[in-house]
């Protein structure tokens, strides 16, 4: 059985920083792009960045450029995001994603819900001001 399972969430001052993982289990997505989004109360689900097999390409949305960084370890079949300069606008359940199809995708695919495959249970950011 495929799972993704975040972890790291948590409450933080605004201006500080957090840092997010996703762990995944039951198939090895090494060869895949990896996503994190996150919803916030009565908002839909958005995209926040993601990132090829290989790390060589990352997308991010422009809320978060400059302030987020997502990474991936594929020997550990984990990815990773580090968030500095917390806003309380950053407040949401964050989710993490993995596609299925190919190595990168491009950019528009990487930002759109429908192009992941599966889904992590999601892990709580709370920013407060």
């Known amino acids: 059985q495929v799972q993704l399972v975040e972890s790291g969430g948590g409450l933080v001052q605004h201006g500080g920083s957090l840092s997010v993982s996703c762990a995944a289990s039951?198939?090895?997505?090494?060869?895949?792009?990896m996503g994190w989004f996150r919803q916030a109360p009565g908002k839909e689900r958005e995209f926040v960045a993601a990132?090829?097999?290989?790390?060589?390409?990352?997308y991010y949305a422009d809320s978060v450029k400059g302030r987020f960084t997502i990474s991936r370890d594929n020997a550990k079949n984990t990815v990773y995001l580090q968030m500095n300069s917390l806003k309380p606008e950053d407040t949401a359940v964050y989710y993490c994603?993995?596609?299925?199809?190919?190595?990168?995708?491009?950019?528009?695919?990487?930002?759109?819900?429908?192009?992941?495959?599966?889904w992590g249970q999601g892990t709580q950011v709370t920013v407060s001001s």
């Open positions: 994603a993995a596609d299925t199809r190919r190595p990168f995708l491009f950019t528009s695919e990487a930002m759109d819900i429908a192009s992941y495959a599966y």
């Open positions: 039951g198939r090895t997505f090494s060869r895949n792009t």
């Open positions: 990132i090829s097999w290989n790390g060589g390409r990352r």
